[in-house]
Nanobody, 126 residues
Framework: QVQLVESGGGLVQAGGSLRLSCAAS????????MGWFRRAPGKEREFVAA????????YYADSVKGRFTISRDNAKNTVYLQMNSLKLEDTAVYYC???????????????????WGQGTQVTVSS
């Protein structure tokens, strides 16, 4: 079993930055691909970024490429999402997700993830 706890959300002006963290409990963290998703008001949840178990591979949604960076610290069982040049349209609840144990590859598909955090609100203001 894996529990995920996100933190770091908040209110930021457009053009600003935030760093989200996701602390994971449970075993085999370094053998799990991790991802970030988001749900904007009135919209479906969408993929943001993913990282492989080793951290050697990453993948981003086109909407955040070049602005967001996903990383992980396997010694701390934590995955991060550095968000720069934030836009109004980045306003959403951001969710951390973990793949099943020994599924270390990256995926942008929700069904590939078996564990989800409770979400953290990011609000970008003008």
């Amino acid at each position: 079993q894996v529990q995920l706890v996100e933190s770091g959300g908040g209110l930021v002006q457009a053009g600003g930055s935030l760093r989200l963290s996701c602390a994971a409990s449970g075993s085999n963290f370094s053998n799990r691909g991790m991802g970030w998703f988001r749900r904007a008001p009135g919209k479906e949840r969408e993929f943001v970024a993913a990282i492989s178990g080793s951290g050697g591979s990453t993948y981003y949604a086109d909407s955040v490429k070049g602005r967001f960076t996903i990383s992980r610290d396997n010694a701390k069982n934590t995955v991060y999402l550095q968000m720069n040049s934030l836009k109004l349209e980045d306003t959403a609840v951001y969710y951390c997700a973990a793949r099943p144990s020994f599924s270390a590859s990256i995926s942008s598909r929700e069904y590939a993830y078996g564990y989800w955090g409770q979400g953290t609100q990011v609000t970008v203001s003008s």
